[in-house]
């Protein structure tokens, strides 16, 4: 196996450990703020992979809570059909 490790985005270290030079550093796009009541507020997030998820808060809990979107239906553009049916039931 060849030690010396050489490419333009990545350096080898000494214990042999491949590392990305300069690393982009990606950020969730928030889609869309849902205030489904005066206590329970969601937030859809699309990551730069083209996944989806929830952050949904309750004026009762101190940690607010993230899950997946899974099972979502998008339009013939990408954006998301979303309705009040389909997010409580992906919350609660």
């Excluded at 969730?28 to 489904?36: A, I, K, M, Q, S």
């Excluded at 507020?41 to 993230?66: A, M, P, V």
Aim: charged share 25%; hydrophobic share 35%.
């Amino acid at each position: 196996m060849n030690n010396e490790y050489e490419h333009p985005n990545f350096y080898k270290s000494a214990m042999g450990v491949v590392y990305e030079k300069n690393p982009k550093i990606t950020y969730p796009h928030l889609y869309r703020v849902f205030l489904l009541d005066s206590h329970n507020t969601s937030w859809f997030w699309i990551r730069e992979d083209g996944t989806c998820y929830w952050q949904h808060s309750r004026k009762n809990l101190d940690d607010d809570i993230f899950e997946d979107a899974d099972q979502l239906q998008m339009d013939l553009f990408g954006k998301p059909i979303l309705t009040k049916e389909f997010i409580m039931k992906a919350i609660l």
